[in-house]
């Protein structure tokens, strides 16, 4: 199927109501004159053709898909390990609690959510943490990720493991990017549920948004990961990107409350690494005279939204390579970035 026919018969039912490993240097900008909107989509694709860790793109614009493409691997409609993509879908979940009152708010403590949680003999502090440390990985507790992930999952209690760190850092205080916590909060999740990650992800987002989650790892205790593993196509990764790109809103119905899509993008720490500032499992940036939000996964697995501009851009890439080595995220941000900006320039002619 070419991409053309792609783009018809996904869009027809698809379309909502309503928000080679590469050196910084060698970005690959759009020409110039593609201000119109079909010659923007067609210089993006173009662009994105040439990177060679990239696989798929779908972009949606004001909620009708403009493009659906897999420059190589998987096609748009087969899911994929988005990685830590997981964790954003995580805090959907979250905000999904929140609104049928499983949890009090994101003030709610470990202690106060799921005691049974804590180790014996844990620190004082552990039982203080707040649900909003873990969705911006702020808990204070040595990272789980990095050269000390592979210990972690090696564990025989994931959860018992996370908790039993050293604080490294006060709780509430600075960004220290680790899974852990999130398999933490997931773990919270179930507890005050008594549902699994999996049906929660199905019940809550899979069924509204035509999501079908694959079961996915799990930890020795039955528990599925949170925060990495699950899968999506591309093309469920842009309807998840749309949802809050709507506030919440599918097909007129609401799936999240519009205040947690609001909430989410407002920043609340700074990534040590990049500087972007990070909300409730999503990084946010500047691109231009916009401020985007993304959800990002090892790898170059990536949802862009930019509600002023009505976009959403959702990209699948090499999974064997991570997406901080030779300025390879970078140059993601620099398509969507050209994109929006000429789309805006368009709008503004």
Wanted: net charge neutral.
């Amino acid at each position: 199927m070419n991409r053309r026919t792609l783009l018809k018969s996904v869009a027809t039912g698809l379309a909502a109501t309503a928000l080679p490993a590469m050196a910084v240097t060698d970005r690959q900008s759009m020409p110039a004159d593609s201000a119109s909107p079909a010659r923007a989509i067609d210089a993006l694709a173009e662009a994105a053709r040439r990177v060679d860790r990239l696989h798929s793109m779908v972009v949606m614009q004001q909620g009708e898909i403009v493009l659906a493409e897999a420059f190589r691997g998987p096609s748009p409609e087969q899911a994929v390990n988005i990685k830590s993509v997981s964790k954003s879908v995580v805090a959907a979940l979250v905000g999904c609690a929140i609104e049928r009152g499983n949890l009090a708010g994101v003030d709610a403590t470990l202690g106060e959510v799921a005691a049974g949680l804590i180790p014996a003999g844990a620190d004082p502090r552990i039982a203080g943490l707040r649900v909003q440390d873990f969705l911006t990985m702020r808990i204070g507790l040595e990272r789980q990720s990095g050269p000390n992930y592979g210990r972690w999952a090696a564990s025989d209690d994931w959860v018992r493991h996370a908790l039993t760190r050293p604080f490294v850092a006060a709780p509430g205080g600075r960004m220290l990017y680790s899974t852990a916590g999130w398999h933490v909060l997931g773990a919270m999740l179930s507890e005050v549920t008594g549902k699994s990650l999996l049906t929660l992800s199905r019940d809550w987002l899979g069924d509204p948004l035509a999501i079908e989650f694959a079961p996915w790892t799990r930890d020795p205790q039955g528990r599925y990961l949170a925060g990495n593993e699950m899968s999506m196509s591309p093309l469920e990764m842009a309807r998840f990107g749309e949802l809050y790109r709507l506030g919440g809103r599918w097909k007129g119905n609401v799936v999240l409350p519009a205040d947690w899509t609001t909430q989410s993008f407002e920043p609340r720490t700074v990534s040590p690494w990049s500087n972007d500032s990070y909300g409730y499992g999503w990084f946010l940036r500047q691109m231009g005279d916009h401020r985007v939000a993304y959800a990002r996964g090892y790898g170059g697995q990536v949802i862009h939204v930019a509600p002023l501009a009505g976009v959403v851009v959702a990209i699948t890439s090499d999974t064997s390579r991570p997406a901080r080595s030779q300025g390879y995220m970078t140059t993601l941000h620099s398509l969507v970035e050209d994109y929006v900006s000429t789309i805006q320039a368009g709008n503004n002619e």
